[in-house]
């Protein structure tokens, strides 16, 4: 049970931030944690990576607690939208530093995709933009080279041949090297295909937590006129329903039947729209 | 002919950032405007609401040169990722400026929308995160109703159920009240839908601008063991391509044959895969 997270509450002064959350993140498989804006996601990243407290729980890592324990932080790294060097020091030397502090960090390598990126590696990471603050994390990340992997946001600000080039570079990694990897994204529907296990947060609660295939096969779409798809959804658990010009579209909790009723089509959810679903639910427009 | 978009040229210091930009928006059309960070889109659309001047060049609307031209700036707007208004100002005094500014601005539209999004409007401008800065500029472009819009990056740390939100609301307003949107953003996917018209602009230059659909149709997918496809992909316009354990993927210029070669497969491919195809045409990994 590589990372174990225990009963994490974490209150700021007026907001539950995190609300008793439990988790085990298995060896070498890629995880999407998803949830809102608010939800909770980056303050349990950084409290697994030991930059925040929490108020209760705690996080072991190989059995070890993760807190003020140099042993257990080395075999971690967050990518997240803080920058930890100082801002006026050239991204060349963070690279050199990064080797300083972790051993495996493949100096070569960073600097190579450096270069696949065109981020010029003479320039002070403060002057760089938001796509490449971005890139300079993630290039990081991808050539830190420990056994657990955090991404906060990792492609916030980059343009689609970026986002596809780190996409690529990724799984490269993963495939050559396996190890632990959690992607926190927005961007859900790019990573659907990537990741093995889906955990979505809301409002600091876990209300997902299973293999993204197991995931997707618990809801599907369904579609049809108005009035016949109303009297197909009695009594059934409808996540989300939206209506455009008389033909509406409904997600619904549960398997479909072998066949649909005349006039009506099934289909399969994406991992986004499934999200969106699920998010709605409470909060219906 | 609304919008005349004539021979634009910018030179900041060491970058010519739009080189000899001529283009024609038409009335009561979605665009998209897509293209790579550093391309020139934030570029163009500053200086189509006058906030830049170019060193060669002119922007007409409706006939009128839009420089220094209150008459016509009146019937744009553009969302950008600058705040207009002064930082420590309320969201809802914003609101009540735009409107002295604007006269169509939809002050009880805007309130809903915050409401929907929810928006604290009793918050300053400055203290609103990255998410709710783009949804407070969003919120202006919806609710402005002026005859052409513009959106440079307008989901920019929004989640996927605000970003869906979005294009539910702005799909909504252009079917109530049509008038001209041109979105620029990096995620492709979620607008490929959404938009009528595509002009993509590489390094400074506009590389395509054409309907949608005929875009689309201009190029295709096709997949199949290397060896096989390598055979099959000589003498065409191979755009991009890519292998995965053996089976290559490519991405070709033109119109596929009725049926694919034995062994091969042809599919159509999305806005964004195209966008990315031609972006690396020049730049192979």
Known sequence: MPIEIQNLTKIFRKATALDQVSLTLGENRIYGLLGNN???????????????????GCVLL???????????????????DQNLFPSDLKVKKAFAAAKLFYPEFDLPYAESLAEKFELKTNKKISSLSTGYASIFRLILGLAVNTPYLFFDEPVLGLDAQHRDLFYRLLMEKYAERPCTIVV????IAEIANLVEHTVMIRRGKVIRDCPTEELMAAAYSVCGPAAQLDHYLTGKAVLSSRILGG???????????????T???????DLQAYFISLMEEENPL
């Open 38 to 56: 608010g939800a909770g996601k980056s303050t349990l990243l950084s409290i697994i990576a030991d930059r925040q407290l929490p108020n209760k």
């Open 62 to 80: 190989d059995g070890e607690p993760v807190h003020n324990n140099d042993h257990a932080l080395h075999k971690l790294f967050l990518v997240g």
């Open 184 to 187: 926190s994204t927005h961007l």
């Open 247 to 261: 033909l509406k579209t409904a997600c619904v909790q549960g398997t479909p039947e072998a066949e649909p009723p």
């Open 263 to 269: 006039g009506l089509e099934f289909s399969k959810l």
